[in-house]
């Protein structure tokens, strides 16, 4: 599940409210490229009696194709694994902020600075962000016209994010303790591949 440390939409305390509610007693938080999230869910899950088990979901590049891989069981207090996601959270900003760019020459007037600002320092910031920003301002009718017209895959405002090769990613789960698994099977990676 995700938080608001990347781009889901409830607090941590707040989807743990949801699971417990649910009837749910175990969970995993797997925010994109960051494990912010990982220490004040453990304890309000202890305090709630949902148990969190912590994760991170990882953009991977193999054989040219974008994949995500989810880590389970991951030590999200090692040096070497914050390390690695502040660096994948920083190629995320320069990314982000040529897609801005190249919508603000399409006539929007969002600015990165602003979408930074609301969604915290502690986030890893993502398209989903930007195409908040882009529904707010009025530039298109919906969250999901924004993926459809300007900034999904192949689109005119999309810029491909730089991500380390999947191997080097199921390398460092492992070292950290982790077990990985292929994140959206069937929707990002054909059955064959």
């Given at each position: ?31 994109h490229d960051n494990v912010g999230a990982i ?155």
């Amino acid at each position: 599940m995700h938080t608001t440390f990347s781009d889901g939409r409830l607090t941590p305390h707040q989807l743990l409210d949801l699971s417990k509610k649910s009837g749910l007693t175990i969970i995993s938080i797997t925010d994109h490229d960051n494990v912010g999230a990982i220490p004040e869910s453990i304890k309000y899950g202890n305090k709630i009696g949902v148990q969190v088990i912590p994760g991170v979901e990882i953009s991977a590049d193999l054989d040219e194709q974008e994949i995500h891989i989810l880590g389970y069981f991951i030590d999200y207090k090692n040096k070497k694994f914050l390390d690695f996601l502040a660096s994948s959270r920083k190629l995320r900003i320069q990314r982000n902020e040529k897609i801005v760019e190249k919508l603000n020459i399409m006539g929007s007037n969002i600015k990165f600075n602003s979408i930074l600002d609301k969604a915290g320092a502690r986030t890893s910031i993502g398209r989903p962000h930007i195409a908040m920003e882009l529904n707010e301002e009025g530039f298109v009718n919906s969250y999901y016209d924004a993926f459809i017209k300007y900034i999904g895959d192949g689109k005119p405002a999309y810029v491909k994010k730089p991500n380390p090769k999947a191997s080097d990613v199921l390398k460092i789960i492992s070292e950290m303790g982790g077990l990985s698994f292929l994140a959206h099977p069937g929707k990002m990676v054909r059955d064959e591949f």
